[in-house]
């Protein structure tokens, strides 16, 4: 059996630290953000909660979907 032990007495990490790294967390959970409300990221999503037959049905293996979805963006 574990025990875990907390001290609520402890004081909190801040201070100077905290307020200049607040503006970078800002900045990185707005980039988070943005890039899941990517309409491509929402297609290949939709596209991987599809069953192997659906995906067979329009063409498409499992492996292949992302090159499917950014198809327009780059060439290989």
Do not use: W
């Not at 907390?6 to 201070?15: D, F, I, K, L």
């Not at 192997?52 to 950014?70: N, Q, T, Y």
């Amino acid at each position: 059996m574990a025990t875990t032990i907390t001290n609520t007495n402890a004081p909190q990490a801040g201070g100077i630290l905290t307020a200049i790294g607040a503006p970078f967390r800002a900045l990185g959970r707005g980039l988070v953000r943005m890039a899941e409300q990517n309409p491509r990221l929402k297609r290949i999503q939709a596209l991987q909660a599809k069953s192997d037959a659906e995906l067979a049905e329009l063409g498409l293996k499992r492996d292949d979907i992302v090159h499917h979805v950014f198809r327009a963006s780059y060439y290989l």
